[in-house]
């Protein structure tokens, strides 16, 4: 049952969840090594689909909550989730069968990768936001009527809290409360739920699409193809099956500030052409890129700034003055652009005042 | 067994306990109201020693925590606290035989009364400050070695922490964020302990000592006193055992701010005489007396504004300006100025550039 991911595979996942953490999520890469570290010590990663998972079996999801720029300063050692995933099950009183992203963009990503490795669990390829975004209820979980607590916050001081909430979004201004006390960053398991829940409200294999978004642009480089248009059309057969690049350009301004437990903030990039530039907001991701007030991409569709010769993706803390970048625009799935889902984590959950509109209808 | 509280015990408790909060510690007649509440749906609220505790029964102290700026406007129904210690006893699987004050100054007195009479619990006359301070690792509890957690923080939707720390402090900065989140008040249930820690690290009969408090002020009223005679001769023969008026005049200025989930501030008193007024500041609790940089007071001895002619006690939430008041120090009991008590809510603790003097030795 499953399938063991190899070194490669981790590689690849980390650059593939950078591009889908759409400059947020924190940084994959400090995933990556905390994984490899639990292989080194005997650990394997296990992969199962969502049809292998059985209806009764109980899924536990785990994750790092918090601001990426928190997360690069104060790196966690891998023990964390692990504490988090522990706690939960004592206090439910119920052991996992399996444990899950909630979100496959950033580190999140590999964070159940390296509680998988090390407790023996296999890990459900699906997640619960298809991308990155800031906030707790930002879950297709919630969206589709998962309670997402009782959950644990841990710290790398051992510190452990169990809570329960009226409903998610008291758990997301709870619990980000106490991460903001916890220094920043913090560990959580939360959303616990039984397979068939999980099965019903998971954008499924989104691990995989990962591994293979990673692969793709690294097969690109090795083959002096032109990495954009290979991501494109590799794509095309996925549920994220429209991307384009929307602007080229170089980084002219950058404004970040960790505040309220997010980091939040904007940039500015100046077109290679003779055009405007391009206004891009984020709060941890990238929630709208403007070109002269008009709307070139929005969330929740994908918008990635990519190194502009390489496609590695950029994550907001990594935004530099001067460096030369795409902007690429991806759709998201059908299951992330109803307007039950739109309601939670389209553009008005953010604060801003427009509606979506999906990236294949925007000139 | 113990002694159950009368109507007048809690309206003389309300008043003893406004002293024994120098300043802060909550309106205890926000308390009273709550407990008058209890008994008219039928509660008792049953009163025992510390002596009365059997060694090995298991205690769970209540208490409300936040600012007291905050509770004027948020009151609560009394089925938080209730809340936060049926929540500790399901994570801990044991029942509580009796709950007990953390703090004998405001609402906190009262608070575990609200919790013994709806759950028919005893109150132990006993608790962990002697007055009220404004963080939770300020307790003898924690000074002679009871962890504070896990605890358990509720607020009025339902909303449930279970926090486990990794020492007291850790607990407090903790409990605070997850407070702040709760809209700056709310419920907890912490220090849990058998019978004989209780008995050695508490301050025993302050729940009486209130009471006593509040007597000796009405009756002295009643009966055309000085109350603060009356109450400095009451006084002598408790552990409390020297009071002073040190300062007598007219509210000049008060600064009052709710930040970090206190309300911190201060005052200024004129003088009566031609002398320089005196200067006050708190942090939910008055920390310190000044008259020409002099200090006239200072934490953990009781620092107590009072009106001048009535001698009734002003919680630093309305201190106003034109007020006549006089000023009383008072000492605290030895169990509260040993070294090791000074080093958690002495001068320092508190960032004041003093060392306790007992106000015994201050002219």
Redesign the interface.
């Known amino acids: 049952m499953g399938r063991d991911l190899t070194a490669q595979d981790l590689r690849d996942l980390a650059r593939g969840a950078a591009f889908l953490g759409t400059g947020g999520g924190g940084d994959p890469y400090v995933g990556r090594l905390m994984v490899e570290q639990a292989l080194a010590e005997g650990g394997r990663v296990t992969l199962i689909s969502p049809e292998e998972v059985p209806d009764d079996a109980f899924v536990i999801p785990t994750a790092m909550m918090g601001a990426p720029t928190v997360l690069v300063e104060k790196i966690p050692s891998g023990h964390e989730a692990v504490a988090s995933l522990r706690a939960l099950e004592a206090?439910l009183g119920r052991r996992a069968y399996a444990t899950m992203p909630i979100e496959c963009g950033g580190i999140n990503s590999t964070m159940p990768l390296v509680v998988g490795a090390r407790l023996g669990l296999p890990v459900i390829d699906a997640d619960g936001m298809g991308r990155a975004f800031p906030e707790l209820q930002m879950e297709t979980f919630h969206v589709y009527g998962v309670p997402g607590t009782p959950m644990a916050i841990t710290n790398e001081?051992?510190?452990?809290?169990?809570?329960?909430?009226?409903d998610n979004k008291?758990m997301e201004?709870?619990a980000?409360?106490?991460t903001?006390?916890?220094g920043g960053a913090a560990y959580i398991a939360e959303y616990s739920m039984d397979g068939a829940t999980a099965k019903r409200t998971s954008i499924h294999g989104t691990i995989s699409l990962g591994i293979r978004i990673g692969r793709c642009l690294r097969e690109a480089r090795e083959s002096h193809q032109d990495p954009f248009q290979s991501l494109i059309e590799m794509l095309k057969d996925t549920p994220y099956r429209y991307g384009r690049v929307i602007f080229e350009g170089k980084v002219a301004d950058i404004f970040r500030r960790t505040t309220e437990g997010f980091a939040k903030g904007h940039a500015t990039i100046e077109s290679d052409g003779d055009g405007p530039p391009l206004d891009l907001n984020f709060q941890n991701e990238h929630l709208i890129a403007r070109v002269d007030g008009h709307v070139r991409g929005i969330v929740p569709d994908l918008i990635c700034i990519l190194e502009a010769e390489t496609a590695e993706p950029i994550t907001t803390e990594s935004i530099r003055y001067g460096q030369r970048v795409k902007v690429m625009v991806v759709s998201t799935p059908d299951i992330m652009r109803t307007p039950e889902a739109l309601d939670v984590f389209g553009p008005r959950a953010f604060g801003l005042d427009h509606d979506f509109t999906p990236i294949e209808q925007l000139s």
């Open positions: 206090h001081f051992g510190d452990t809290t169990i809570l329960t909430a009226h008291a201004w709870l980000r409360g106490i903001i006390r916890m």
